[in-house]
């Protein structure tokens, strides 16, 4: 969210009931909370092709930079994408409080 400044991109934690909304609308089950899941007027995509769209959509160098992974076969990709997920809080660290309800950050969270 940080470095989206354009606030293109809206939230929806997937438990949620936005979320489970969104899932069963691209074809999804809406109890699969295995990935991140991009979802845009003309498709949807998951796991490190999510990340890789999203990335591409802020301000440089980030855009650059996922550009040139993409780059990459998908299956490294994805490896890379499940290591990272399932250790993200050891790699960097856990935040103290859920940016829900920050100030700055309520618009971008879609709740119903």
């Given at each position: 969210m940080r470095?989206?400044?354009?606030?293109?991109?809206?939230?929806?934690?997937?438990?949620?009931e936005a979320g489970r909304k969104l899932l069963v609308r691209v074809g999804r089950a809406p109890e699969d909370l295995s990935s991140i899941v991009l979802v845009?007027?003309?498709?949807?995509?998951?796991?490190?092709?999510?990340?890789?769209?999203?990335?591409?959509?802020?301000?440089?160098?980030?855009?650059?930079?996922?550009?040139a992974i993409k780059a990459l076969p998908i299956f490294i990709r994805d490896k890379a994408y499940d290591a990272v997920a399932g250790s993200r809080y050891a790699l960097f660290g856990q935040p103290d409080a859920c940016r829900?309800?920050?100030?700055?950050?309520?618009?971008?969270?879609?709740r119903k």
């Open positions: 470095l989206d400044t354009e606030a293109q991109y809206r939230l929806a934690a997937l438990q949620s845009t007027q003309s498709g949807f995509w998951i796991k490190s092709e999510a990340i890789l769209r999203i990335a591409q959509g802020l301000p440089q160098p980030t855009a650059l930079a996922a550009t829900l309800d920050h100030p700055g950050y309520q618009d971008r969270f879609l």
